[in-house]
């Protein structure tokens, strides 16, 4: 099931693939949204535009759904808003919806914006735009997608003043902003200082620093800024500086910064994600009280730069002023011509254009700035021949006023300039390509360049089949960019490409043997106040007829194959690129040749055998079309002699081009010589660790259609069990479990790998003592016959595996030391036992000390510790007991001031326990301690301690019922 439902979705795919390669035309609906992932600010709007052309009906509106997938759920679709739906969006979308948190705006008739007011997190994920097809057929692209990344705002702004502050005229002022991101996305920050003056609506920028780090003043404050008088410097990573050099009393008002954070979206645009203001302060200007001099002369200057010029060409008109203190003066400048003003730059630098003249600004064609303290200029590009006559430059001083409105003086006019504009010759000129050769049933494509080019124009593209008949319209685009084609045309795929303004290109799709002969290119200039200029060029094209054109050979890098190994076979088509049909076709001995399948221009696959045993792959190059076929598990059936041949759609009629060579296959049986690495081996292995068993292929056929079976064995060590199957992998991939009940124990335990295609290998997973015995594995060698059944080939075992799985080792060791010491009575007696030797981390051990008089044989245990750290008073004498544990290797009992009646020997004797896979805790050894021999003396005084409060650590025989409840001594 799996292999067929990857075939499926190969051939699909290549389907869809032969569809792109070889359609005359590519799809016809297309539809587009922002290229992801898109970055966006938690809290902060996003917009994702969607558009889709290829519709029949461009001016109707189309609707447009949009859908979208959490990364937690990729595969459930989230319904949000719909153009034409009112209720389209599920519950978690609808509400906001309706709110107008999420909406859908209208930009053209087929294009539209999904809005985000406010980003939740929850609002990542993977974004479609589905365009609404009402057209019934499907031909391309409905949907498109794109990923939102919601990321945290990190973005920090702050000042360092926020107290109101009061200057004088003609003082210094500095303010530092600092800004700073943390996010991990690559960004970029501009920071701008504002000023926001009491009764405006708006502030104005001061000055800024864009993201790419350029420093731009704002309206009203260039003058300064060229003079150095106001400047933004950046101090190490986040902090930006304000100078003023000297405040005026137009800077009064409330100052701020802002910082923006960019990001560059792929389609390369850059877009803010998150935008702050920090903190506002109050500046107070006093004005200084100044004594007005007399007023200055003023000169004007005006002059054109070229005075005589010719129509497209550009026009300078530079305006001077000539007067004293002209850098700390304000002026308005004005351009007339005759007594009409052109343009006016006032005082703050802001240019007003004449409305006879704002259509050319707006196109560009007209541009003024001041380029100096003295100097203005006015540019008109391209001039017309209306542009000559005399212009004259009008200065009028302008005087900044207490309320800092401005007060205008007397004009100043400039001497006339004369400028003459004469009208341009006729530069039109028309060039195409030289005589053509195409294919029949190619594309034409014949390329007009024009050159010269001052005014409108139209193009008319005609032929004619020999150089004496009259020429025939093709098709035509006027000056207002209407197309028109020729009636005898229009069921003809014709058209007019412009990829450039100057080149103008003719495509003519389907071509017979009657478009041959001569095509003119004729265009049509007009221009206003001038005369209508035409012009023309011929080329001649000629259409070959396809069967001399195209070659068809086939061919492959063997023709003697194995039973299950892979044929290719490769049909190459040489020739012009056109929609051809291929067909695949094999003869079996002397019957009629069995068509395979059919392939289509636009990629459809017609198939007449059994598709599962095929695929098919296409490329192309230059001058040729590779047709593979591939045969996918060859046997018998297969062998034969294979043939393609190739067709071409000429009028809506199949025409027969070329059949290749015939190319006979032969396939045979492959060699069986199965042979098992027969090596005993002998593993040996500690509990709880994972084995790994090897069973190697030295030697057998291999290829595609070859298959291997391979059983586990197992025998025990002891008589009860002398052959069981483990687990068994057949043929076919199936893995199975042996249902003898007497091995169901390991079977979870059990891992089958294949790192090689003649390697099985065995892992038993936390091996256990009854894993013990003798393992081997036997292999079995499958092939499919010509009717698809599985016959067994050979058969092989390997040699035998002997596992031991060793539980514990005994690394307990006690010291043997014998001893003797004399105490008195005063005096504690301690008994000490230590382990020597390390043993285990997860040993536990029970101690028990023995004591046992000169007298007597018998050996009385005194007190028991147990591994669970239970404590256990085992003497019964009226003694006072006390047990330390101060390391994991030492243990030792103190007797609190003996009596000579505690004389005699003392050891200890310790039991080393640990867990079992299969059995639990487990003694594993016991050693006994050398002997200690005491005498406690009789002199010194008897020291003893009330029974009504003990001390602490210390045990007293009655209280063995609470020592056993310790734990954790």
Not at 150 to 168: G, H, K, Q, R
Not at 329 to 354: C, D, H, N, Y
């Amino acid at each position: 099931m799996m292999s067929c439902f990857l075939l499926s979705v190969w051939r699909s795919s290549l389907i869809l693939c032969l569809g792109q390669l070889l359609r005359c035309g590519e799809a016809r609906v297309n539809t587009e949204v922002q290229a992801g992932p898109l970055y966006r600010v938690l809290g902060s709007p996003l917009y994702i535009t969607c558009s889709v052309s290829g519709f029949r009906s461009e001016n109707t509106d189309k609707h447009f759904e949009f859908r979208m997938t959490r990364p937690s759920n990729p595969n459930m679709d989230n319904q949000i808003i719909s153009s034409h739906e009112d209720n389209f969006g599920y519950s978690n979308h609808l509400d906001r919806v309706r709110k107008n948190e999420i909406a859908l705006k209208r930009l053209s008739p087929n294009s539209v914006r999904f809005e985000i007011k406010s980003l939740l997190k929850s609002d990542e994920g993977e974004y479609e735009c589905t365009a609404v097809n009402l057209e019934g057929a499907y031909d391309g692209e409905y949907s498109a997608k794109t990923v939102v990344k919601v990321i945290e705002d990190s973005l920090s702004v702050s000042s360092s003043a926020s107290t109101p502050l009061s200057l004088n005229e003609g003082e210094a002022l500095t303010l530092t902003c600092l800004a700073s991101s943390s996010t991990s996305q690559h960004t970029h920050l501009s920071v701008a200082w504002y000023l926001h003056k009491d009764g405006q609506e708006d502030a104005q920028p001061i000055i800024s620093l864009n993201r790419d780090f350029t420093l731009s003043p704002g309206q009203g404050f260039e003058r300064r800024y060229q003079a150095g008088l106001i400047r933004l410097d950046k101090w190490g990573e986040a902090s930006y500086s304000l100078k003023m050099a000297e405040v005026e009393p137009s800077d009064q008002g409330r100052i701020y910064c802002q910082a923006q954070e960019w990001i560059q979206d792929p389609d390369g645009s850059w877009y803010i994600i998150i935008q702050k203001n920090a903190e506002e302060m109050t500046l107070t200007v006093k004005a200084t009280e100044v004594v007005e001099p007399s007023s200055p002369s003023l000169a004007v200057e005006i002059s054109a730069q070229p005075a005589a010029l010719q129509e497209g060409q550009e026009l300078m008109l530079s305006c001077n002023i000539n007067t004293q203190d002209v850098g700390k003066r304000f002026f308005s400048v004005a351009w007339l011509k005759g007594r009409v003003e052109l343009a006016r730059i006032g005082p703050t630098g802001v240019l007003t254009v004449a409305p006879e003249y704002s259509v050319r600004q707006k196109n560009g064609e007209l541009r003024a700035a001041r380029s100096g303290n003295r100097d203005y200029r006015l540019i008109l590009k391209p001039v017309k021949t209306e542009d000559k006559g005399e212009y004259i430059c009008t200065v009028w001083p302008q005087e900044r006023g207490q309320d800092d409105t401005f007060i205008e003086g007397e004009p100043k006019d400039s001497s006339p300039q004369r400028v003459s504009v004469s009208a341009t010759e006729n530069r039109l000129t028309v060039k195409m390509q030289q005589a053509v050769n195409v294919a029949e049933g190619g594309g034409l494509h014949l390329f007009c360049k024009v050159d010269g080019v001052q005014g409108q124009l139209s193009i008319t593209w005609e032929h004619k089949s020999t150089p004496t008949a009259p020429f025939t319209k093709i098709i035509s685009i006027s000056q207002e960019g209407v197309t028109e084609i020729a009636e005898e045309f229009m069921s003809r795929k014709v058209r007019v490409m412009r990829p450039t303004t100057d080149n103008f290109t003719l495509v003519l799709d389907e071509v017979t043997l009657f478009d041959s002969g001569v095509y003119q290119c004729a265009v049509s200039e007009r221009k206003p106040n001038s005369k209508t200029h035409n012009q023309a060029q011929t080329t001649t094209v000629t259409v070959t007829s396809i069967d001399t054109l195209m070659g068809v050979s086939l061919s492959s890098r063997k023709t003697r194959v194995t039973v299950g190994e892979k044929l290719e076979l490769m049909c190459r088509v040489r020739g012009p690129h056109m929609p051809v049909t291929v067909t695949w076709s094999v003869q079996r001995e002397a019957k009629t040749p069995d068509t395979i399948l059919t392939l289509s221009p636009d990629g459809t696959i017609n198939w007449s055998a059994d598709q599962n045993h095929y695929q098919l792959r296409v490329e192309s190059r230059k001058t040729e079309v590779m047709y593979y076929l591939l045969v996918i598990g060859t046997s018998h059936r297969e062998g034969g002699s294979y043939q393609c041949n190739v067709s071409v759609l000429l009028k809506n009629v199949h025409k027969e081009l070329k059949a290749s060579n015939q190319l006979a296959v032969i396939v045979n049986n492959p060699a069986n010589d199965l042979r098992l690495d027969k090596k005993e081996q002998q593993l040996t292995a500690k509990e709880g660790e994972e084995v790994e068993l090897n069973c190697n292929i030295t030697s057998g056929a291999s290829g595609s259609s070859v298959f291997y079976r391979v059983i586990w064995h197992y025998a025990a060590n002891s008589s009860s069990l002398k052959k069981a199957s483990l687990v068994e992998l057949d043929h076919t991939g199936l893995v199975s479990y042996s249902d003898n009940k007497d091995i169901t124990g390991p079977q979870e335990r059990l891992r089958l790998s294949r790192p090689t295609q003649k390697s099985f290998y065995l892992s038993i997973q936390k091996a256990h003592e009854e894993d013990n015995g003798t393992y081997w594995c036997q292999v079995d060698q499958y092939q499919l016959d010509n009717e698809a059944h599985w016959q067994l080939k050979a058969s092989d075992s390997g040699g035998a595996i002997k596992l031991s799985v060793i539980v514990t080792e005994n690394n307990l060791s006690v010291s043997k030391k014998d001893t003797a010491m004399n105490i008195s009575r005063n005096q504690d007696l301690t008994i000490p036992c230590n382990i020597n030797k390390q043993s285990s981390h997860e040993s536990k051990f029970q101690v028990t000390w023995f004591w046992q008089k000169e007298i007597e044989t018998t050996e009385r245990p005194i007190f028991t510790v147990y591994r669970n750290s239970i404590l256990q008073d085992r003497f019964g004498e009226n003694v006072r007991l006390r047990y330390d544990h101060p390391d994991p290797s030492q243990f030792s009992l103190t007797f609190l001031n003996p009596g000579p009646e505690n004389s005699g020997l003392y050891f200890c004797e310790v039991e080393e326990w640990l867990p079992s896979l299969s059995r639990g805790w487990r003694t594993v050894a016991v050693e006994k301690s050398g002997h200690l021999n005491v005498s406690v003396l009789t002199e010194g005084s008897w020291r003893g301690w009330s029974l009504s409060q003990p001390p602490q650590g210390e045990v007293y025989p009655g209280q063995v019922a609470s020592l056993q409840q310790c734990q954790g001594f």
